[in-house]
């Protein structure tokens, strides 16, 4: 097989990049900084964000996130007391999701290219074993050393051994969710190796001593004025909010860091089985720099990263940019396929590829939540999700946020007793379905989970109970009769005009919002001989040819279910 | 033609107007409504939170009632759907999901029966008031029922329709969601309450009485006058005021 030249470096030697990067921060960075709210901008901004301001640490403090409640709920009822959090938070996605959508809707085949991608993830899934193992030759004929790491564990100790063994002190990292995942960060501080992260949102959480609270977008949960404060204690000096001038001071402060890094690290979007190469899409050019400054690259990806060829990478490079931001292509779409060679202008002396499992194999023959490994990490669920929408990435409690976190988590650490409480906030309206790009059933797998708890049976008692009580009495008419009668007299001690509206009791989380009907005085079972008698008596003959189409879609109903039957079997 | 009503247990025990209003549409067009008595809830409460042997249990219940029925008539695309998770519920029970299958391929929510089997979109109603139309969600997005509300609510003369922001977003029901997470929910109410106020409609149309029931609670809450009617009241009263 031969080995493709979209060797690092061949086309964008280190100053256009430096070049690019000046003008991609000017004009994309800014659009996907944060969330920024235009209607805070009135003046109130840096004077009423003190208390960001008390949780400013230096980037070389970033803790694990520890200090957070453990329900869903209490967290949930952080963020949604968080009025600057779910303004910033609602900006950026509905600017997200309106650029989605029409970069779906001006491809003019959209519907196709998702099929598409969904075919080549699920076959490259299916056949993940040939196509790891393909990539993990080629990418070793390339000179790169791949690893494989079973475990969280097994991946942090593997990237601290490669950093002691070249003696760094410094690591540049672009934006990369695995890392987020192994808490790597922390673990090279333990060894007092300084960990920079040189994405923009990324820099902030870092400096904030934060999570990323969205897969795409780290920072969403932040207004300017939140980041200039954040970005002045950085710089010891008041930096106006002003997008342009904050990205220019990172940009900046970063590139002393890009020239003294002893290692570049990064995710990886997509690897190419075919050539073992990996590709990187961004928009700031920190991940170009970290993939050719330092003299030893570490990637780290997900085991499902694989795609088979780089024609598969074209319908992949369709769909991510475009489900993630709405943007066409990303500014800059990097393949790398090795260590620097002799011809090359610049890149790593060594490249280390580590492949990490950590639970995405204990999906692999799970029907109900293989599919999940099919995911491409756009974000598109989460910028479609209204309850994310409402509470933002933190309240999610994993690295993974939204509705393809609250399958991923659980589903990755296998303990879905511990963890679904999260499958619980979803309305399971199914956005993120429609919104996936590769038509992920993630509000099914939602089902699954609470499902398997029960089954677990870990589900909660009363609720267990109430189940029993509901499918007793909804499982037979009479019964169901004899309940509505109940109720109806019942309701007369708490109703008032025609509404039920204490907020006491099992009604408190529902009335705190909302009144409650009352049951109608004659249900329908008890209106209808009466109402049939009437009906009847007035009936008209309906119309021949209404007759003959309600025939014809009798017989196609028959027949559609009688083929599904045999397809079945 | 056996046509069946299949009522869901919110129009049973709340909204009984909601099935008399579909009964009287179909009547006029000649259809001779059935409303097999042993019919129940179609488990999706049970089935939703995991509890997927008590939603077999009830599921059950709806199998029989409806299975010499021709066609079945909902007034909930939620519920619709719902029969659309049996063939998977009765997967160890091949006889019982053989019935599933036929269920679900017979059963519709009332717009697409209208419109998709009866082929009616002009029911000759007059409605001269500003309203708007929120798609819930299992509808819109599972059944894929977009066009046929439309229709029928252009059909309607003097009716003016005003488009509702962040129409498909989720209005927070959800079923035991809103108990459970009741602040989340809350929150998603609150807003979807809040774009209707923004359109200045008189009234709020929709296809699921659970999704109207939830939001029609946080706008009394609120002391907003909007009126809240599911489309099939809103045709009737058309016609017989019309
Ligand atoms: S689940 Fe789908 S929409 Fe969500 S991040 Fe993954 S690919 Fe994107």
Redesign the pocket.
């Known amino acids: 097989m031969s080995v493709r030249t979209e060797q690092k470096g061949t086309n964008a030697p280190a100053s256009t990049t430096a070049e690019s990067l000046d003008r991609a921060a000017g004009r994309q960075i800014t659009d996907f900084l944060a969330g920024d709210d235009i209607a805070a901008g009135t003046g109130t901004g840096v004077a009423e964000h003190g208390r960001s301001g008390e949780k400013v640490r230096k980037a070389s403090a970033h803790p694990r996130p520890s200090a957070q409640p453990d329900t869903v709920r209490e967290r949930a009822g952080l963020a949604l007391n968080d009025e600057f959090l779910r303004k910033a938070v609602k900006f950026t996605t509905e600017r997200l999701r309106n650029g989605k959508l029409e970069a779906s809707e001006s491809h003019g085949n959209w519907d196709i290219w998702r099929e598409q991608g969904r075919q080549i993830r699920l076959h490259t899934i299916a056949h993940l074993d040939y196509y790891l193992n393909l990539f993990a030759d080629n990418a070793r004929l390339n000179g790169v050393h791949v690893h494989f790491a079973a475990t969280a564990e097994e991946a942090v100790s593997l990237s601290l051994a490669i950093a002691e063994s070249v003696g760094a002190r410094t690591v540049v990292k672009s934006k990369s969710m695995v890392t987020e995942e192994l808490h790597l960060n922390h673990a090279l501080e333990s060894i007092d190796v300084e960990a920079i992260e040189t994405d923009l949102g990324e820099y902030i959480i870092q400096l904030a001593g934060e999570t990323p609270s969205h ?1 795409i977008i780290p920072a969403i949960h932040k207004n300017r004025y939140q980041i200039a404060e954040l970005l002045s204690a950085d710089a010891g000096e008041t930096l106006s909010p002003d997008t342009t001038i904050l990205a220019g001071y990172v940009r900046r402060k970063l590139r002393e860091k890009f020239l003294e890094a002893d290692i570049g690290m990064t995710g990886c979007n997509f690897a190419i089985a075919e050539t073992g190469s990996m590709v990187l899409f961004e928009n700031e050019g920190n991940a170009r720099m970290v993939t050719t400054v330092p003299k030893t690259q570490i990637t780290l990806m997900g085991m499902e990263r694989i795609i088979p060829s780089w024609e598969d990478l074209e319908v992949m490079a369709t769909l991510l940019p475009r ?2 931001t709405g943007q066409r292509l990303t500014v800059y779409m990097s393949g790398i396929s090795g260590p620097r060679r002799e011809s090359d202008a610049d890149g790593p002396e060594e490249m280390h590829i580590i492949i990490l499992d950590n639970g995405r194999s204990n999906q692999l023959g799970d029907p109900e939540f293989q599919e ?1 490994l ?9 910028n ?1 999700c209204p309850v994310y929408r409402h509470i933002g990435g933190h309240a999610y409690g994993g690295t993974y946020s ?3 976190g609250a399958v991923l988590t659980p589903a990755l650490k296998s303990n879905v007793a511990e963890w679904d409480d999260i499958a619980s906030a979803s309305s399971l309206c199914g956005a ?1 379905y429609e ?6 059933p ?1 509000h099914d797998m939602l089902v699954s989970l609470r499902r398997r708890k029960v089954e677990a049976g870990r589900g909660n008692p009363l609720e267990t109970i109430g189940m029993k009580g509901f499918s007793t009495v909804a499982g037979n008419a009479k019964l169901m009769g004899v309940a509505l009668k109940m109720g109806r007299i019942g309701q007369r001690l708490i109703a008032r005009k025609g509404v039920i509206s204490t907020r006491i009791g099992p009604l408190k989380g529902w009335n705190t919002y909302r009144v409650t009907p009352t049951l109608a005085e004659q249900p329908f079972r008890e209106r209808w001989a009466t109402l049939e008698e009437e009906l009847s008596a007035g009936l008209r003959e309906m119309n021949p040819a209404m007759k003959r189409r309600m025939e014809e879609k009798a017989r196609e109903s028959r027949e559609a279910a009688q083929r599904k039957g045999d397809g079945g079997h | 033609m056996k046509v069946s009503v299949f009522i869901t247990c919110l129009s049973d025990a709340i909204y009984p107007r909601v099935g008399e209003a579909m009964a009287r549409i179909l009547a006029r067009q000649g259809v001779r409504l059935e409303f097999p008595k042993v019919q129940t809830c179609c488990g999706q409460p049970a089935y939703n939170s995991g509890y997927w042997d008590d939603a077999r249990k009830t599921a059950r219940t709806i199998l029989s009632a409806f299975q010499d029925s021709d066609f079945v008539v909902s007034p909930s695309g939620s519920c619709t759907y719902m029969i659309h998770h049996y063939e998977e519920l009765f997967k160890d029970e091949p006889e019982l999901q053989r019935q599933a299958r036929e269920l679900q391929a017979k059963t519709y929510e009332f717009t697409q029966f209208l419109v998709q089997v009866l082929g009616v979109t002009d029911l000759g109603a007059h409605f001269p008031h500003k309203v708007t139309y929120h798609p819930s969600c299992h509808g819109s997005r599972l059944l894929g029922i977009k066009e046929e509300p439309m229709q029928l609510l252009r059909g309607v003369e003097g009716l003016q329709l005003v488009p509702l922001p962040f129409a498909d977003d989720c209005c927070g029901f959800g079923g035991t969601f809103a108990v459970k997470m009741a602040d989340i929910s809350g929150a998603m109410v609150t807003e979807k309450a809040d774009h209707i106020k923004e359109t200045e409609a008189e009234v709020l149309v929709g296809l699921d009485m659970a999704c109207l029931m939830n939001i029609a609670g946080n706008l009394r809450r609120r002391g907003e006058p909007v009126r809240v009617m599911h489309l099939a009241e809103l045709l009737e009263e058309g016609v017989k005021v019309g």
């Open positions: 897969i489900s993630a999940l099919n995911c491409i990490r756009c974000g598109a669920c989460l479609a939204g509705p393809i993120c919104a996936c790009p590769v038509k992920i993630l």
